[in-house]
C-alpha cells in the first residue's frame, strides 16, 4: 500500500484565496501583496528553522503580514489584520480537489496532510474544505519545532505513517517540499498550477510532474 503525504498550503489549499478580502484594503495591489505575503510567510519559517528559534506557522504568517504591510505602506489597523488572519485559516481547496482525493484514498492508497502548519489549523482548513475525510491523519512538523524541507520532519511523518521512504510520495505544489522529500529517498510529484511555476534548477527532478490533482490520480494510479 502506497503512502501519499500531501502538502496542505499551496498544494491543497489556494493560498491566493484570500485576494478577495485583501482587495478591500489594498485594492488593485491585492495580488502582489498576496504573493509577497506568503513569500515572506514561507521565508521566515525557513529562517526560524535554521536559527532554532522556534515559532509555529501561523505566527510566521502574522509576522509575514506586518512585513508586507509595511512593504506595501498599507497602514492596517489590528482589527484588520486579524480579519485577514481569520480568512487565512478559512483559504478554500483548489477546483476537483476532494472527488480526486477520495479516488486516491480508495485506490489502495493511504493519504496523510504533512504540512509546517500546526495541527489545529490544518485540521480547521481540511474540514472548512470538506476534504478532511479523505486523510488517515494531519503530521506536522510541530512535533519536532523545525519546518519541512529538514530530513527530521521526513523521518518523523515516515515513523508516524509506519512506513518507509521507497513506500512513499510527496505531493506538493513547492518544489522545496519535492527536493526535500526526495533527498531523504521518497519519490515526489510536483504540482506546477501555473507554466510560469518554475522548479528549482538544483540537479533533483520530481519523480513526476502533474498541472493538478485530477493528474495526479491518473499518473500515480497508472
Known amino acids: 500500500?502506497?503512502?501519499?503525504?500531501?502538502?496542505?498550503?499551496?498544494?491543497?489549499?489556494?493560498?491566493?484565496?484570500?485576494?478577495?478580502?485583501?482587495?478591500?484594503?489594498?485594492?488593485?495591489?491585492a495580488a502582489a501583496f498576496s504573493q509577497t505575503?506568503?513569500?515572506?510567510?514561507?521565508?521566515y519559517s525557513f529562517r526560524r528553522g535554521l536559527m532554532r528559534n522556534s515559532a509555529t506557522f501561523p505566527v510566521c504568517t502574522s509576522e509575514a503580514l506586518d512585513y508586507t504591510c509595511a512593504s506595501f505602506n498599507a497602514t492596517l489597523t489590528s482589527e484588520e489584520k486579524q480579519k485577514l488572519l481569520g480568512v487565512y485559516r478559512l483559504l478554500p481547496a483548489f477546483p476537483n480537489v476532494e472527488p480526486r482525493l477520495t479516488e486516491l484514498a480508495v485506490a489502495n492508497h493511504r493519504l496523510y496532510a504533512f504540512s509546517n502548519g500546526t495541527v489545529n489549523a490544518v485540521e480547521?482548513?481540511?474540514?472548512?474544505?470538506?476534504?478532511?475525510?479523505?486523510?488517515?491523519?494531519?503530521?506536522s512538523v510541530d512535533e519536532l519545532e523545525p519546518f519541512k524541507p529538514n530530513p527530521a520532519v521526513h523521518a518523523n511523518f515516515l515513523r508516524r505513517a509506519g512506513t518507509t521512504s521507497s513506500d512513499s510520495w510527496m505531493i506538493s505544489g513547492n518544489p522545496f517540499d519535492v527536493i526535500g522529500a526526495i533527498s531523504v529517498?521518497?519519490?515526489?510529484?510536483?504540482?506546477k498550477r501555473s507554466p510560469e511555476m518554475i522548479f528549482d534548477p538544483w540537479g533533483i527532478e520530481p519523480t513526476i510532474t502533474v498541472e493538478n490533482i485530477a493528474e495526479l490520480v491518473e499518473r500515480i494510479t497508472e
Request: no cysteine.
Open 1 to 29: 500500500m502506497t503512502t501519499l503525504a500531501f502538502d496542505v498550503y499551496g498544494t491543497l489549499i489556494d493560498t491566493h484565496g484570500v485576494i478577495d478580502a485583501l482587495q478591500e484594503f489594498v485594492g488593485p495591489q
Open 124 to 139: 480547521t482548513l481540511l474540514k472548512t474544505a470538506g476534504i478532511r475525510e479523505a486523510f488517515v491523519d494531519i503530521v
Open 185 to 191: 529517498g521518497m519519490k515526489a510529484a510536483w504540482v
Open 37 to 43: 505575503w506568503r513569500d515572506k510567510q514561507l521565508e
